[in-house]
């Protein structure tokens, strides 16, 4: 009820969003119009948010054949905890990272990139693929793949406020305030989507995959080694999406805690073990 409720939530922000930036800029007729974009939007971001989210990172859909390595941990774990088998994709990049997403376990996908392949052992591996299953059991795919759309479709409407903002004498002064407000609300709009629903996820996520594994203490060995490795070898990644993986990729701009998707690696690992995070090492 918790994550229906969000996610009812961000879709009726947006439409507010929409309605009061089409107010500034358009007047009455501008609002009308933002509320079809709205219903548009939040169409897309119900029903596609996911293939939105595995078609900006080039993910490829594999078989049993092609990636039997990750099919039968993942088959296997589903049949143990009662889930529906997810679509399995593969992202072509060497940054290690994972992510799941999709609208409810029934139509879940969980993504891994080429890297994290090559880095974890299987049990490392196992870990963190019960950790994106601890998401897709936890009912948080939903709403974290909303949230990504949205903060997209946020991002786009700073862009829009902007450029609406150059169009005729007498509709400039409106449309330059509708564009700075946008420009200065924006990004904070979109962080703060993306924080509210991250942080508290990773730990619940964290927690629940270790039960899946009854192995705590391998999962936070994979969190240790994408944590450095991830570092030497980033994955840029899209403001609007970055809270969906297992840890954050590279934004191109540091802003420090403040401004991250995920809690520092090193809390998870002592969440998981009990024990402080150089202790992995």
Do not use: C
């Not at 996820?201 to 240790?224: C, I, K, M, Q, V």
């Amino acid at each position: 009820m918790g994550n229906t409720f969000k996610t009812a939530f961000l879709l009726t922000a947006l439409t507010l969003l929409l309605m009061a930036v089409g107010r500034v800029l358009g007047g009455p007729n501008g609002m009308l119009l933002a509320l079809g974009i709205a219903v548009v939007t939040n169409f897309v971001a119900y029903f596609f948010s996911d293939k939105i989210a595995l078609r900006t990172y080039r993910a490829q859909p594999v078989t049993r054949e092609q990636l039997p390595r990750v099919y039968n941990v993942v088959e296997r774990m589903t049949q143990k905890i009662g889930l529906p088998m997810p679509k399995i994709y593969v992202i072509p990049t060497d940054s290690p990272n994972a992510f799941a997403t999709g609208r409810n376990p029934k139509h879940a996908s969980v993504a891994v990139t080429q890297g994290i392949l090559g880095l974890l052992n299987d049990e490392e591996l196992e870990g963190v693929l019960a950790h994106e299953l601890g998401h897709v059991g936890n009912r948080d795919i939903l709403i974290s793949s909303v949230a990504a759309t949205i903060a997209g479709a946020i991002t786009w409407l700073r862009y829009g406020a902007y450029f609406g903002g150059m169009g005729d004498r007498d509709d400039r002064r409106g449309g330059a305030m509708g564009g700075l407000l946008m420009l200065i609300l924006a990004p904070i709009a979109a962080m703060m989507i993306q924080m509210a629903v991250s942080r508290s996820r990773e730990y619940a996520a964290d927690e629940t995959g270790a039960h899946f594994t009854g192995n705590p203490y391998a999962l936070a060995s994979a969190l240790a080694k994408l944590d450095a490795y991830s570092r030497r070898v980033p994955m840029m990644g899209t403001p609007s999406t970055a809270h969906l993986f297992i840890i954050q990729p590279l934004l191109g701009m540091n802003f420090g805690n403040l401004f991250s998707t995920h809690p520092p690696i090193a809390k998870r690992i002592e969440r998981l073990t009990g024990r402080p995070a150089e202790f992995m090492r």
